[in-house]
Structure formats: C-alpha cells, structure tokens
C-alpha cells in the first residue's frame, strides 16, 4: 500500500539557516511526489511537484526538492529560510487512480 | 485565478445534528476530495468523486457521506454528528490527468459538542 512518512514533526531553524524537510514514499510504481505547505488556519498550496525527468525540481519561495529513486525520498530543501516559511509543510504522493497520500506533516519554526 | 471555495470556516454542532459542509470549485475539474486533518496524522482521505454522481470511499469514510449533484459542487454530510468528528475538513479538486495537482480550500473547522 502507498504511504509516506514525514520522520520529523517539529524542526526549529534559525532565520537565514538551510533548511531540510525528509520525505520518504513507499509506492510501486514511478510516483507523482508533491509537496504542500500550510500556513495558520489556511489550506494547503502546492510548493513543487515531481512527475518525472531532472530528478531536482525547483518550487515556488525559493524551495526545491530532490528525487532520489534507491532511497525512496523526496527532501525538501531551502538555502536560506525567512521569517515567513514557518508553516507546516506536507510531502504526498499521488497514485494512477488520482488519490493522493499524504504524510503526518512536519512543522517548521523559524527563530529570528 | 484558481479557486475552491468552503462554504463555512468554522461551525459549532451538538452532538447528534445533521451537518453539512459544501465545496465549490471554479476551475471545472473532474475530481473533487474531502479530507480530514488532525494534528499528527496528516491528511486522511473521506471521500472523493471523479465525476458528477460518481464517489468512492477514502480511508476513512465511517460516518460519513457525500453529494455531487453538479461538477462543481461536493458535500459532505454528517447524518448524525459524534464528537469524535471534531477536526478541520478541506476539500480538494483536480483534473484527471495522471495525479494531477491538488488545488485546496481554506478548510472548515467542526466543532462538535
């Protein structure tokens, strides 16, 4: 069965830090990846989605994440994070049958 | 610009009412979802639909329901509403095409009481 696990459930960065969310699928065929981010009492808005082809993707807010095969993992990445990304971020993985799996979700702090 | 539109941010229900909680999207797309979040376990699947009629259970539909009378519109409905139902509920759309993204609404908060 399709899952994905989010291993962290709370990271705290300093402003200006890099940043890295894990992300790891279980799914059986070539996966749809996606990332979604969740601001306070707003719904989720897609940040980047991986289909296929460069396996590096770029996303909006400066955000990118990296498709690695042989470990089943999509990590979200930021070069420097701001004051404004603390949210929570959620990794899915979406299937043939257009139903989407989504993990446990990670929240991000940002100290100044 | 792309919209899904929830019909109520926020409701309180006694134990027991009937509750509905409508979704209306503008971009014309095939599917629509409903999900259920709470804190540490994510987004978990109710139902969702493929077509004007057409519904499939997600992973959690028990005391659910759902309507899709039109394309652009997806209910949820709550036949007796238990406390346990307390949680914050987005609805979802895309199109058919291979997992297509998926385009939120701003979520409606249930309190159940």
């Known amino acids: 069965a399709q899952s994905v696990t989010q291993p962290d459930i709370h990271i705290t960065v300093s402003e200006g830090a890099s940043l890295e969310l894990r992300c790891n699928y279980s799914y059986g065929a070539t996966p749809h990846l996606f990332w979604y981010v969740q601001s306070p009492g707003q719904g989720l808005q897609l940040l980047l989605k991986?289909?296929?082809?460069?396996?590096l993707v770029q996303g909006i807010k400066g955000f990118e994440a990296e498709f690695k095969r042989s470990q089943s993992s999509f990590n979200l990445r930021k070069p420097s994070v701001h004051w404004s990304d603390a949210a929570e971020y959620f990794c899915?993985?979406?299937?043939?049958?257009?139903?989407?799996?989504f993990g446990s979700g990670t929240k991000l702090n940002v100290k100044p | 610009d792309v919209k899904v539109t929830q019909s109520s941010r926020y409701l309180v229900k006694r134990t027991g009412e009937k509750v509905f909680l409508e979704c209306v999207q503008d971009?014309?797309?095939?599917?629509m979802f409903w999900y259920r979040q709470d804190p540490g376990l994510g987004l978990r699947l109710i139902y969702f639909?493929?077509?004007?009629?057409?519904?499939e259970k997600g992973d959690i539909p028990e005391g659910y329901s759902v309507s899709r009378e039109k394309k652009e519109r997806f209910s949820l409905i709550l036949e007796s509403a238990s406390t346990n139902q307390t949680s914050m509920y987005l609805c979802?759309?895309?199109?058919?095409?291979?997992?297509?993204?998926?385009?939120f609404g701003e979520g409606s908060r249930l309190t159940v009481l």
């Open positions: 991986y289909f296929s082809g460069d396996t």
């Open positions: 899915a993985v979406g299937d043939n049958f257009n139903k989407f799996y």
């Open positions: 639909s493929y077509d004007v009629k057409m519904k």
């Open positions: 979802a759309s895309s199109f058919t095409s291979a997992a297509g993204e998926l385009f």
């Open positions: 971009m014309d797309h095939e599917n």
